[in-house]
């Protein structure tokens, strides 16, 4: 793999700068709103809206009331990624049943000069990263030779388990297409707080597609990402949280049902 990689101008620099920029800068933290074994009964609806989400990370992902769509948060900008394919600019007063955000600070920053799998870039953070245990944030900006997502279509009440929920989720394929990749490495242990393991959002660098990532393959692009250490957790209070039942028997299959 090292043959892949050159690193940047960026990381030595950023290597210099870090104490400065850290003490200018907001801590690393995670912020997320709900938990995804809230999302995966059925909560499908929650009171934190795009401007909160904002005020809590620049970066992220998630999803929107109803379930409409996938949410992928970059440069201090939100989007909605909708079942159609398309992408638009989410309006400040749209709600989201769970989310994920950081103000994103990474420490690594990597130029990868020849095709590779998602599967290898995983690998990679993995190897550069000191443990499995901690969260990582992580951005790609390239050219892929393939980004296939499939985005969750709205829902209406009375609301079906997500499972059931996502069975008619359709699927694209984005060809030769430049874009982002937004996502979040969770250890293992987190498993039904958040998703564990990489749960990654793409949308097109035109801002006018995307949706969440199943697989993808980068021709070239920038990958850069860091650990973080701590991890806030907004509980709703609503009663459909109150009375969902968040730790079923086969939570960890179900969550790897609909995330991969
Ligand atoms: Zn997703």
Redesign the pocket.
């Known amino acids: 793999m090292a043959d892949h990689l050159i690193d940047c101008d960026c990381a030595s620099q950023l290597g210099q700068m870090v104490k400065l920029a850290h003490q200018q800068r907001p801590q690393k933290v995670i912020f997320q709103t709900s938990l995804m074994s809230a999302l995966l009964s059925g909560v499908y609806d929650g009171s934190m809206t795009v401007a909160d989400l904002l005020e809590k990370g620049d970066f992220g992902?998630?999803?929107f009331n109803h379930l409409d769509g996938?949410l992928v948060a970059l440069d201090h900008q939100i989007y909605q990624l909708k079942s159609d394919g398309s992408a638009r600019q989410a309006r400040a007063d749209q709600q989201t049943p769970f989310a994920v955000m950081t103000f994103f600070q990474p420490d690594y920053c990597l130029e990868l000069d020849q095709p590779i799998s998602r599967q290898a870039i995983h690998r990679l953070i993995d190897q550069h990263l000191p443990s499995d245990n901690l969260f990582c944030a992580l951005r790609i900006e390239g050219d892929f030779q393939q980004a296939q997502t499939r985005t969750v279509p709205e829902q209406c009440r009375p609301y079906r388990p997500m499972q059931e929920a996502i069975a008619e989720q359709p699927i694209f394929t984005f060809n030769q297409k430049n874009g982002s990749v937004i996502g979040f490495r969770t250890p293992q242990y987190m498993q039904g707080i958040n998703?564990a393991g990489y749960?990654?959002?793409f949308i097109t660098h035109d801002r006018q597609g995307g949706g969440?990532?199943l697989d993808y393959h980068l021709l070239s692009g920038q990958l850069t990402f860091g650990a973080i250490h701590k991890l806030v957790i907004d509980l709703p209070t609503d009663h459909e949280f109150l009375n969902a039942d968040l730790h079923p028997d086969d939570l960890d299959q179900a969550i790897r049902a609909v995330?991969s």
Do not use: I
């Open positions: 992902l998630g999803t996938e998703v749960h990654e959002h969440h990532l995330e």
